[in-house]
């Protein structure tokens, strides 16, 4: 079946520091791969998503590359700000239509110190 | 454009009590979906309705049903709620293999 592993932390770090936060997958077929965050008591909003081999998702500074070899879709940002402070969930998306729902991480829980 | 919307956002149950959560897109999706999302588990699918008319269980459907209205309202509902479904509720939609949007959530604690 379909899985995905991330780290779940807490992960902490001092502002303007480099985040990197891991995420791997098994998925049968050609999934799609998302990043989502979620900031405290709200819901999931979209972050970056790559649909094939090779691509790179980016927005608001995150990056995230769809790596086939290494089943692999880490998130990564230069400088990280207070506001980046939140839980951040990798999830794939497989077969046709995807209509069948995503298969999520358990979160990674990213706090940013001032 | 209000995108997904989830009511009610709060809830308290007794065991035993039933109650129907809703879920409305005003983006046009075809398919649209239940998860529910607890401590240490991430989120769960729990239904989903891939288009107006149909609907298919997910990995934790036990113990709810769901009812597709009409392309744009999706309810889930707990006919006799217990205190393992205490969780946070997440309605979800899409357009075809594309991200999901989802909704605000609604916390229910089950007593």
């Known amino acids: 079946g379909n899985s995905v592993t991330q780290m779940e932390g807490p992960v902490t770090l001092s502002e303007e520091a480099f985040l990197t936060i891991n995420c791997t997958y098994t998925?049968?077929?050609?999934?799609?791969l998302f990043w989502y965050v979620q900031y405290p008591g709200e819901g999931l909003q979209l972050l970056l998503k790559?649909?094939?081999?090779?691509d790179k998702g980016s927005n608001k500074g995150f990056e995230a590359t769809y790596r086939k070899e290494t089943t692999s879709f880490h998130l990564e940002k230069g400088s990280v700000q207070v506001s980046d402070s939140a839980v951040y969930f990798c999830?794939?998306?497989?077969?046709?239509?995807?209509?069948?729902?995503?298969?999520f991480g358990k979160g990674t829980h990213l706090i940013i110190q001032p | 454009n209000a995108g997904v919307t989830q009511t009610p956002k709060f809830q308290v149950l007794k065991t035993g009590q039933s109650m129907t959560l809703q879920c409305a897109q005003d983006?046009?999706?075809?398919?649209m979906y239940w998860y529910r999302q607890d401590p240490g588990m991430g989120l769960r699918l729990i239904y989903y309705s891939a288009s107006e008319g149909t609907t298919d269980k997910g990995e934790v459907p036990n113990g709810y049903n769901v009812s597709r209205l009409n392309k744009r309202e999706f309810s889930l509902r707990l006919e006799s709620a217990a205190p393992s479904q205490t969780s946070v509720y997440f309605c979800a939609s899409s357009s075809g293999f594309q991200a999901q949007f989802f909704g605000p959530g609604t916390r229910l604690t089950v007593l």
């Open positions: 999830a794939l998306g497989v077969s046709g239509g995807g209509a069948d729902g995503l298969t």
């Open positions: 998925a049968t077929g050609y999934p799609s």
């Open positions: 790559a649909t094939k081999a090779d």
């Open positions: 983006m046009n999706h075809n398919s």
